[in-house]
């Protein structure tokens, strides 16, 4: 499947299991992302995410959102949309 670059981790909060991410691209609930860095590799889709802690369907290039995340990612790994 091809994949789209559409961001970066800025962040990451392991309390609570948020990756912060600085968009290049637009991301909405329910696309599937490729987080993939040094040591990281995950693959899920966007179950929700949040602008300033407030619930979001979608956002664009130039924003920071934060998204839940099922495992450890970090400061610098490559977002990416996976195309269907």
Known sequence: ??????GTI??????VG????????????GDVIHIKGH???????VASMEIDRQPVPQAT????????VQ???RRGDQVY???D
Do not use: C
Request: without cysteine.
């Open 1 to 6: 499947m091809p994949e789209l670059l559409v």
């Open 39 to 45: 040591t990281t590799d995950v693959q899920q889709p």
């Open 71 to 73: 495992e450890r990612v």
């Open 81 to 83: 949309k996976v195309m």
């Open 61 to 68: 290039a130039g924003q920071s959102i934060g998204v839940r």
């Open 18 to 29: 948020v990756a912060g991410i600085e968009l290049t691209g637009t991301l909405k609930v």
């Open 10 to 15: 800025s962040d990451y909060f392991a309390r």
